[in-house]
Structures are given as C-alpha cells and as structure tokens.
C-alpha cells in the first residue's frame, strides 16, 4: 500500500520531502505519495519572531497525522517543538547536510559597505551577525527562499542569510556569496537535519521508517535541542548549538548573544553520544549560570 508524506507545499519542503521519500522508496521498494498541507506558518504575515517560532509550521502537520490524512510528516528539524507531543514520535532523523548559515548577496560579508542591509528573519542570525558587523543594517523578512533572495533585486535589502542546505537542495548554491563557519556564526539547533514524524502508537510504521534514520545525526542533533529546551528558548531565540558525533565522542558547542550583538555566553563541552541530552542540559545549566537566559530577553521568547 502506497504510505501518504505530508509536507509543507513550499519548494524547499516538497524538495527535502520528496528527498525523503526517494530515499524510503530505493531502500524498500514502497510507493511514497506527497501530499501538501497549508501550515499557519505559510499563511501569517506576522514575522517569525513575532510568532514565538516554536511550531507555526507543525502543527497542521501534526493534526493531518491525528486526523489519518497522512501516515507520516518531513518537517526541518530546526522547526520543530522541543516539548515532546505524545502522540507522535521522531522515527527518524535523516543524515544532516550542511549545518552552515550561507550569505548570498554581491560581496562576502567583511566586504559588504557600511549600512548594507542583510536580511534575514531570525533573531539568532541577527544577533551574531550583529556581533560581527555591528555597522550593518539587519532586516527583517520572511518568505520561501526565492522570495527572500528576490528581495535583493528589487532593492530592499542588498543581501540575504539562509541555510546553506536549503539553499543547495533547491539549487540556488551557486549564488552563495560566503558560507559562514560555527566559530562565526553558530547555527540553529537542528540545523541542516531532517524529523521524519507519525503516530507514536504505529509500531509497524515506526519500524519501517527507522530504515531512515541516522544514528550519529541523532545524538548530535538530541544534545543541540536539548540545550534549547533546557534554556526554555523557542526555536526563534537568538540561541546557536551544534554538535558532532565522531562515533567515540560528542562535541558540543553551543551560544546564547544579546540582540544587540553586545555580549555573549559561548561554552563547550564533550561526552558519550548515548547521554547526549544530559550533555545539553548540563551545557545549558552551564551558560545560564553565566547568565545565557538573562540575554536572550523577551522579545525572544
């Protein structure tokens, strides 16, 4: 029988979507039928910072799933909610690509003229691009991709700061202008990964799509979210983390900076890949002892 994938109708959802299911499809031999959902996160006008973040392209997902429209949902890994739904369940994490933010715009961004306007839609992007460049203009937008990169066309900003995985699976690497390095520019937790979602209660389905999932992708991606949940920041705070699994160790990094760019609670930390969510949690407890949660202020959360 032909499974049903709910996805996002956007390019860059249906692409990482369809992505998901070639994959499933050579691996199994099952047809995988795409079906597009409207999430609120598509329609609102309101900025993401706006919204709070966590979940505004969810939880349509979610109830098409509840609701027996679909048997399983790609979401970007960086959208989801940290707070666990009990009714459905993570059954895979795919292999992350490039966890890298990228800029795309005339010039590199140490060569951008002061008052050049970036922009972006997140307050993470901003702040420590801010951190950086302080003599620069941050804007913000929101759009898919294509509408955010056409905005530097039509005048409004003179560059733009996206995911660089995103970016490469809908074909517009080639007009990377930088991409920009973790010691730069740290990314979102979950950054470059992909959460294949169903019922929690589907024991069958869980087990045929952990033919998808990533071991090392899962450990690092658990301890990055879970320095998020444990700062209790939504996914548009100004919080970065990213983790690697070498398959003996765990390094994690992870940055909360004020949006101003002023000041910054930056810490490390390693351990065992199977305790990666107490990596983060200690992390967290770490840097808010430092006072990482008195940073990201209100307009954050």
């Not at 996002?8 to 692409?15: G, V």
């Not at 955010?148 to 733009?160: H, P, S």
């Not at 949940?229 to 398959?247: H, I, K, M, N, R």
Request: net charge negative; hydrophobic share 45%; proline share 4%.
């Amino acid at each position: 029988m032909t499974l049903r994938l709910g996805t996002r109708r956007s390019l860059m959802a249906t692409t990482q979507s369809q992505m998901v299911a070639d994959s499933y499809t050579e691996r199994t031999g099952r047809a995988i039928e795409l079906v597009g959902v409207t999430t609120f996160g598509d329609v609102t006008k309101a900025q993401v910072a706006q919204l709070g973040g966590t979940g505004v392209w969810v939880s349509a997902l979610r109830d098409k799933l509840i609701e027996g429209e679909i048997d399983f949902a790609v979401h970007s890994l960086k959208d989801l909610p940290t707070k666990p739904d009990p009714r459905v369940t993570l059954a895979a994490i795919v292999a992350r690509h490039d966890h890298r933010d990228a800029l795309v715009g005339p010039a590199k961004f140490a060569d951008l003229p002061t008052g050049a306007r970036i922009g972006t839609g997140s307050l993470r992007r901003i702040a420590m691009l801010r951190a950086l460049r302080p003599d620069l203009e941050y804007v913000p937008i929101r759009g898919n991709a294509d509408t955010r990169i056409g905005k530097i066309a039509a005048g409004e900003v003179d560059a733009v700061v996206l995911a660089s995985a995103g970016l490469t699976r809908i074909g517009r690497d080639v007009e990377i202008a930088q991409i920009f390095e973790v010691e730069e520019l740290l990314p979102a937790p979950g950054q470059g990964a992909l959460a294949v979602e169903c019922l929690s209660d589907n024991a069958d389905l869980i087990s045929f799509l952990g033919v998808l999932d990533d071991p090392r992708t899962r450990s690092a991606v658990s301890a990055e979210r879970s320095v998020l949940s444990a700062l209790e920041a939504g996914c548009s705070s100004p919080v970065g983390a990213f983790a690697v699994d070498d398959g003996q160790t765990l390094n994690l990094t992870a940055a909360v900076v004020s949006i101003d760019g002023q000041q910054t609670v930056r810490k490390s930390a390693a351990g065992s890949p199977s305790e990666s969510v107490k990596l983060g949690q200690l992390l967290a407890a770490e840097m808010i002892s430092e006072g990482a949660d008195r940073l990201m202020g209100e307009q954050s959360r």
